[in-house]
């Protein structure tokens, strides 16, 4: 069913479109991928059952060209030190000023382990390039990550790799997400700081979409981990997924795959212990390299939206203040109105191109 309002919310709230029988256009239909059911996953409770079960299943890929995204945390890291051989792609941004020292930790991975490494350069023309092919597919706007995924799939793809690897779930799965576990939510405190963009803020006609929320209530309270489980997992993973489909390049998760066999020690990751088990993993497989800290995939949307007057549709609300947006939000309303456009044609007068 097309309902445009309504997706138009869901992307700003969760950034993808949570009901499945809900599509902005007709004959136009998005598809969530579904995490691996439970009964799928390794059940691990130390450190060395991680590093273990990702060597195992490693094995299957044996005799096919592998690949990576290496950045310069922790989980790529990981699993770049049981490939044995292969080709890595790190991200360079803006020809090498943004974000140095992301740059380095992953050459030093590369070296540790005898990876051949490969830069990635994004830009802006990056997210003109591919933002479009990548919207196409989903049939709705994308994550910001999306475009430079595609970009470095594809080159690797050009190299011959026939297998990439990605460490992106152990965020999800092994207590990554320190701000979003940092307490005991109450419902509406959560709900709030969830939502990535709140739709009224920005839109003429938001659509309420604290139902979802609601799914999850337990009193004054909501359960956060399940609501993580199942909806923050679908978007995550989404957009990778998606992104590597456009390039058809096969990807893998290793972390996917797991599970925790014990609940989260959820004091611990209160207490600046975020990712523990992975944190002692990764002191193991770099013994000279100070653990590094927790960060998302780098994207340079603060600069790329630094002069950016706004959308100008007349979905969106008229003269919206773009000063309390961060960069990832204003990519957001950037990204709907590109896709309403691409669809429906431009409604205002606004160029596409960088400011």
Known sequence: MADKNYCMSSYLAFRYIEDDLKDFYEGMHH?????????????????DEIGEAIAAQMKQFEGKKKGILLSGGMDSAIVASYMGCGEAYTFRFLGGA???EELARAEYYAKYYNLTLHKVDISWDTVLNYTDPCMKAKCAPVHSIEPQILQAALQAKNDGVEIMFVGESS??????????????????????????TQPQDVLKHPVDLSSVFERYRQGEGIDFLRFMDEIFAIESSGSYWNAFAVAAMPYYDPYAHLKMAEPLDLHRIRNGEP?????????????EMPVPN???MPRPVDQYFMNWTGPSRSEFI????????TGNQK???????????????????????QN
């Open 275 to 287: 990712k523990y088990l992975i944190r002692e993993l990764m002191a193991k497989r770099y013994p």
């Open 98 to 100: 943004f974000q140095k």
């Open 331 to 353: 990519w957001q309303l950037w990204c709907l109105e590109r896709w309403l456009d691409l669809n429906e044609g431009d409604d205002g007068q606004k160029s596409t191109e």
């Open 294 to 296: 927790k960060n998302p």
């Open 171 to 196: 965020d999800l799965v092994f207590g990554g997400m320190d701000k979003l576990l940092a307490k005991d939510w109450k419902f509406n405190e959560f709900m709030n700081r969830y939502i990535f």
């Open 31 to 47: 598809q969530n991928i579904p995490s691996i059911p439970d009964h799928a996953r390794t059940p691990v409770k130390t450190a």
């Open 318 to 325: 008229k003269d919206l203040d773009l000063s309390g947006l």
